[in-house]
């Protein structure tokens, strides 16, 4: 945060007239949440000014702002005020945690549906009695972000099953026959997985997404006939791809998460995908909107502009350090829909 926008931040918290016991406790609670918290940048570390903590505790705090608060919001670019604070995941599971629940983890999907997971540890009578509190819990801290596109999922973690002896039988026998069948064809895989309660075969493909693709169908079909061949019938069949671990020296991963997050946990922007390319460095955004739509370019452009104006802020021109980059916003229908 420059020193232009910290003075005005200052300027504007000092006219918000609180009263003095809300205040000293709102700090109290935004300190806890603030203290030794930080963000990895590989080996940067960025940590928050007490203003800074104290400015978004009070934002997530309170379901509320007044309008000199909002004023002051308003000053701070969008994807910047995202990169400032902590990311959501983290935030929501220690503002639970914070309030005495038994939280296991926190976590979003975004395929097929946004979805904001919340996991309970405890009894079945703990689970039943807390989840709606739960839920509504992250709802408003959601909303106090302003992030509207996630459904909350609150889920109780399963106890570990030990398999009896038939079942892990089966795994063996199961497990060992694909892994031979997928050598003997020479697929690139690096490991073979079995679940016999849930009738499922997990294999993971090691290669390019072209690859992948193109012995997805045939690994598939081929471990369907190895099971039914040793007489276990109605299994289905996980073929996934091995990802490629992310460097830490990789500028497009240190920068991506917060446009992820930014872009993602807003319908009015209608981003389905957020992703990068090392070389040359490019900020690929995938929407819901189609290329014909009347409003597809002043969406693109917008999209595009937020994103510029996080790369210009001072520590992302750290990160960068004067590479050049490209942004691409795409429609549905994958046409680029910005300049």
């Known amino acids: ?20 016991v809300k205040l000293d406790q709102a700090i109290e609670n935004a300190i806890k949440r603030g203290k030794k918290k930080k963000r990895s940048l ?15 505790g009070l934002l997530i705090g309170s379901a509320f702002v007044s309008p000199a608060m909002a004023k002051v919001i308003s000053n701070i670019p969008y994807l910047g005020s995202v990169f400032q604070s902590e990311p959501i995941s983290g935030l929501i599971f220690d ?3 914070e309030k005495g629940y038994k939280i296991s983890g926190t976590g979003t999907t975004y395929s097929p549906h946004k979805i904001f997971h919340v996991t309970l540890e405890g009894s079945d009578d703990y689970y039943n009695e807390v989840k709606d509190e739960v839920k509504q819990t992250v709802r408003e801290i959601l909303k106090s972000k302003g992030y509207d596109a996630y459904t909350v999922e609150v889920t109780k973690v399963r ?6 002896n038939e079942e892990m039988n089966e795994k063996n026998i199961i497990e060992t026959a694909v892994t031979k069948e997928l050598k003997q064809k020479n697929y690139k895989f690096d490991r073979v997985q079995t679940d016999p309660t849930e009738k499922t075969i997990f294999i993971n493909i090691v290669g390019s997404k072209k690859y992948y693709n193109s012995v997805q169908d045939d690994v598939e079909k081929m471990a369907l006939e190895v099971a039914d061949g040793n007489a276990y019938t109605s299994y ?17 991963a240190q920068i991506t998460s917060t446009i992820a997050e930014g872009l993602m946990s807003k319908k009015e922007f209608k981003v389905t995908g957020v992703g990068y390319k090392s070389k040359p460095l490019s900020f690929i955004i995938s929407t819901s909107i189609l290329s014909s739509d009347p409003k597809a370019q002043a969406l693109g452009t ?3 502009s937020m994103i510029v104006e996080f790369l210009k802020s001072e520590e992302i021109l750290t990160i960068l350090d004067k590479e050049p980059y490209e942004i691409i916003v795409k429609s549905k229908d994958k046409k680029k829909i910005n300049p």
Do not use: C, H, Q, W
């Open 1 to 20: 945060m420059n020193d232009y926008l910290s003075n005005n931040v200052k300027k504007e918290v000092d006219k918000i007239k609180i009263p003095e």
């Open 302 to 304: 917008e999209i595009e």
């Open 236 to 252: 289905k069949i996980n073929v996934t791809r091995v990802t490629v671990e992310i460097r830490k020296s990789d500028k497009g």
């Open 159 to 164: 106890k570990d099953y030990v398999l009896n």
């Open 42 to 56: 590989g080996k940067k570390v960025i940590y928050f000014s007490s203003a800074a903590v104290l400015l978004f």
């Open 95 to 97: 503002e639970l945690k």
